[in-house]
T-cell receptor
Framework: GEDVEQSLFLSVREGDSSVINCTYT??????LYWYKQEPGAGLQLLTY?????DMKQDQRLTVLLNKKDKHLSLRIADTQTGDSAIYFC???????????FGKGTRLHILP | DGGITQSPKYLFRKEGQNVTLSCEQN?????MYWYRQDPGQGLRLIYY???????QKGDIAEGYSVSREKKESFPLTVTSAQKNPTAFYLC?????????????FGEGSRLTVL
C-alpha cells in the first residue's frame, strides 16, 4: 500500500536553514503536502505542490520534488524559534482521494 | 471566524465507559474526518464522511462509531470495545469533491483512560 516516510527528529540552530525530507512510495501521487503541528494543537497546511512541478517557493519556505526518486523536501530559511513544531509530509493520488500522512518530523531549534 | 471546534479539549474516562467527542464546523465543508494521533505514529484515519447521512470506515475504525446527521457536526464515540483508547483525537474537514484536498483541523481532544 501507499507509504510516506520521514525522519522523526531534526535539530537546527536558530538562523540556519532547516531541511525536512520525505519519501513516498505511490508513483500515482498527484498532490504532495506539508502540514505543521504546533504543541497541543491541530495541523495546519503550510504548502502543497502538484506532481508536475519541481519546486515551489513561498516566502521562507521552499518545496523541492524529485518525482523520479519519489522524494519531497521542505526547506525553511532563517529558522526561527516559532518554527519549532512537528512537520508532516502527506500525499494523495487525486483531489478526492484519501490523504496519506507520514509520521511527522519534530523540528527542534537550538539557540 | 470560521473554523472547527472540538470539545472537550481534555477528557478522562474509566475503563468500560463510552465517551463521545464533539466536532463542529462552520466552514460549510462537505467532508469531515476523524484521526487518531499517537506519539511516533503519525495520523491514522478512523472514520470519514463526504456527505450528510453517509460515512465510511478508515484504517482503524474498530471500537469507534460516528454519525453525520447534520453537515456541521461529526461526533465520534469511543466505545468500551476500543482496547487502547488513550490518544490525541483530531477532527478535520475539507471542501470535498473537486478541491486540492486541503484539510482544516480542529485543536484536538486528548482522551486518557484511567
Amino acid at each position: 500500500g501507499e507509504d510516506v516516510e520521514q525522519s522523526l527528529f531534526l535539530s537546527v540552530r536558530e538562523g540556519d536553514s532547516s531541511v525536512i525530507n520525505c519519501t513516498y512510495t505511490d508513483s500515482s501521487s498527484t498532490y504532495l503536502y506539508w502540514y505543521k503541528q504546533e504543541p497541543g494543537a491541530g495541523l495546519q497546511l503550510l504548502t502543497y505542490i502538484f506532481s508536475n512541478m519541481d519546486m515551489k517557493q513561498d516566502q521562507r519556505l521552499t518545496v523541492l520534488l524529485n518525482k523520479k526518486d519519489k522524494h519531497l523536501s521542505l526547506r525553511i530559511a532563517d529558522t526561527q524559534t516559532g518554527d519549532s513544531a512537528i512537520y508532516f509530509c502527506a500525499e494523495s493520488e487525486n483531489r478526492d482521494d484519501k490523504i496519506i500522512f507520514g509520521k511527522g518530523t519534530r523540528l527542534h531549534i537550538l539557540p | 471566524d470560521g473554523g472547527i471546534t472540538q470539545s472537550p479539549k481534555y477528557l478522562f474516562r474509566k475503563e468500560g465507559q463510552n465517551v463521545t467527542l464533539s466536532c463542529e464546523q462552520n466552514l460549510n465543508h462537505d467532508a469531515m474526518y476523524w484521526y487518531r494521533q499517537d506519539p511516533g505514529q503519525g495520523l491514522r484515519l478512523i472514520y470519514y464522511s463526504q456527505i450528510v447521512n453517509d460515512f465510511q470506515k478508515g484504517d482503524i475504525a474498530e471500537g469507534y462509531s460516528v454519525s453525520r446527521e447534520k453537515k456541521e457536526s461529526f461526533p465520534l464515540t469511543v466505545t468500551s470495545a476500543q482496547k487502547n483508547p488513550t490518544a490525541f483525537y483530531l477532527c478535520a474537514s475539507s471542501v470535498g469533491t473537486g478541491h486540492t484536498g486541503e484539510l482544516f483541523f480542529g485543536e484536538g481532544s486528548r482522551l486518557t483512560v484511567l
